[in-house]
């Protein structure tokens, strides 16, 4: 997450980490929005691609992370809360695939519902020698 690119500059963060599972979170800013004021479907589809790559990656072998091969998300509902958080589990990971699914929330007030459901297939690749 410390990486440079979209993730550190959206202001991404880790809420929750372990064995095949991530949380991510992503607070409201006026340019994460559409004009609605709700986050923008881009936003939320990010959010959820870093948070099924991530959880694949915490089940691959050190060096290794896992890259999007597809990703498929159903917009429930908008988001407009105070933050997004997308918890993402590894269903299935092998040597080259990893299947994750993704629910999106938005919060408000201490209050959760669910705006966006999504499953990503991806790839297992090598971390590049200059991040290891």
Known sequence: MAMSGFPLSSGMRIVEAGPGRVSLALSRRP???QFFGHFHGGVIAGLADQAAGAAVTTALPKGRIAVTVEIKINFLGPASGEEIIARAEAMQVGNTIGVAKVEVFS??????????????????VDLPAEFR
Request: hydrophobic fraction near 45%; glycine fraction near 4%.
């Open 31 to 33: 340019e994460l929005t």
């Open 107 to 124: 919060q408000d007030k201490g209050a959760e519902r669910i705006c966006a459901f999504a499953t990503a297939t991806m790839r297992a």
